[in-house]
């Protein structure tokens, strides 16, 4: 998680990126003169709370981002596998997704996550992502008609611990 100064001349007070990301775009430019970034290597927050992770560097290496994303699916792989009769697996993206963070095929029972999201997203925001793609596979394998973001999911999604959000605020 990127962390922020605001320097006032006496204080100091920090401000977690989730909350610099809420704040309107006005009120972040008269703040800007106050404003130390203390690690700028991760987000730079742009229109409508929006944050662009292109021009970032990566906060993990991809070794470490994959045994985060291994980890997360491990966990569900065998209740997945259970309720679709199919084997499972995960693996990277290709590199022409680059505005879907990850993605379900669940007829195939494949789940791709994108790689350079997941170098440099905090890592609760990577676990999230990767619980989102397990959560399709349980509700369409639950239900084959039931709406992508839809009740099901969004019910077996916080089942698994996931934010159950149908959408990120990062461009990558
Ligand atoms: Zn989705």
């Known amino acids: ?3 922020y100064d605001f320097k006032d001349g006496k204080q100091s007070v920090f401000v977690p990126e989730s909350k610099l990301e809420n704040m309107t775009l006005a009120f ?3 703040l800007q003169p106050f404003l130390v970034a203390r690690k700028v290597e991760v987000f730079e927050p742009v229109r409508k709370g929006l944050i662009d992770l292109r021009k970032s560097a990566p906060v993990r290496t991809e070794k470490e981002a994959w045994e985060i994303v291994e980890t997360t699916f491990k966990k569900h792989a065998p209740a997945l596998q259970r309720i679709s009769k199919r ?5 990277w993206a290709n590199a022409c997704m680059t505005r879907c963070a990850g993605n379900c095929r669940f007829f ?3 789940i791709r996550i994108a790689k350079p999201f997941a170098m440099k997203v905090p890592k609760e925001v990577l676990i999230d992502v990767v619980l989102h793609e397990i959560a399709h596979g349980f509700a369409r394998w639950t239900n084959l008609d039931t709406p ?10 916080r089942e698994i611990g996931c934010s159950a959000k149908a959408t990120h605020n990062y461009m990558f």
Do not use: S
């Open 87 to 91: 084997q499972w697996h995960i693996r």
């Open 148 to 157: 992508p973001h839809g009740e099901l999911w969004q019910r077996k999604a």
């Open 1 to 3: 998680m990127a962390t």
């Open 108 to 110: 195939r029972g494949e």
């Open 28 to 30: 972040r430019k008269e």
